[in-house]
């Protein structure tokens, strides 16, 4: 799911490049990952793809244009990096600044939290995301109010992206 670190991060390093290699080694063996966020960003890296700073950061609740795969609706997103894809990839998301999931063989790398709730959220936001939110712009408060808005509805789209990733991409 998400990180704190970049994969790019010389500091996470050591425990990035054994997780890249296990990736790699999933791949080969045809074993199918469903990468959330951190999680896509390390499907890129593994896969020949790269990881970068994001000239513009995305915080809070995005509507995304999709593909069939990938429902439509705004998905919670917190990220300040984003990825090219790898050779073979094929984008299925987008936002206007950054690719958002991507499909390579039986990998589904996204760059959004699909699995958000408002508990995970409130424990984000305790943790010190707040503080980086607000210093970004953004309320914490209202990001909060908006993901207990969309909780029952994003639940059924994050259950129908798993049913897409099982039906479409594992198999």
């Given at each position: 799911m998400g990180a704190p670190w970049s994969t790019y991060?010389?500091?996470?390093?050591?425990?990035?490049?054994?997780?890249?290699?296990?990736?790699?080694?999933?791949?080969?063996?045809g074993v199918p990952v469903l990468g959330i966020c951190f999680g896509g960003q390390l499907l890129a890296t593994a896969h020949g793809g790269a990881v970068a700073r994001s000239p513009l950061p995305e915080i809070g609740w995005t509507t995304l244009?999709?593909?069939a795969l990938i429902p439509a609706g705004p998905w919670f997103e917190w990220h300040y990096d984003r990825w090219?894809?790898?050779?073979?990839?094929?984008?299925?998301a987008r936002s206007p600044s950054a690719s958002q999931a991507f499909v390579l063989r039986r990998n589904l790398a996204l760059q959004f939290?699909?699995?958000?709730?408002?508990?995970?959220?409130?424990?984000?936001l305790a943790q010190g995301a707040g503080t980086d939110a607000r210093a970004r712009g953004h309320d914490p408060e209202a990001l909060?109010?908006?993901?207990?808005?969309?909780?029952d509805v994003a639940a059924k789209r994050a259950h129908a992206l798993v049913d897409a990733f099982l039906t479409h991409v594992a198999t």
């Amino acid at each position: 799911m998400g990180a704190p670190w970049s994969t790019y991060d010389s500091v996470v390093g050591s425990w990035v490049t054994p997780e890249l290699e296990e990736l790699r080694k999933a791949d080969e063996a045809g074993v199918p990952v469903l990468g959330i966020c951190f999680g896509g960003q390390l499907l890129a890296t593994a896969h020949g793809g790269a990881v970068a700073r994001s000239p513009l950061p995305e915080i809070g609740w995005t509507t995304l244009e999709t593909d069939a795969l990938i429902p439509a609706g705004p998905w919670f997103e917190w990220h300040y990096d984003r990825w090219t894809l790898p050779p073979g990839a094929v984008e299925v998301a987008r936002s206007p600044s950054a690719s958002q999931a991507f499909v390579l063989r039986r990998n589904l790398a996204l760059q959004f939290h699909p699995e958000l709730t408002p508990a995970m959220l409130q424990g984000w936001l305790a943790q010190g995301a707040g503080t980086d939110a607000r210093a970004r712009g953004h309320d914490p408060e209202a990001l909060l109010a908006q993901t207990r808005q969309e909780s029952d509805v994003a639940a059924k789209r994050a259950h129908a992206l798993v049913d897409a990733f099982l039906t479409h991409v594992a198999t």
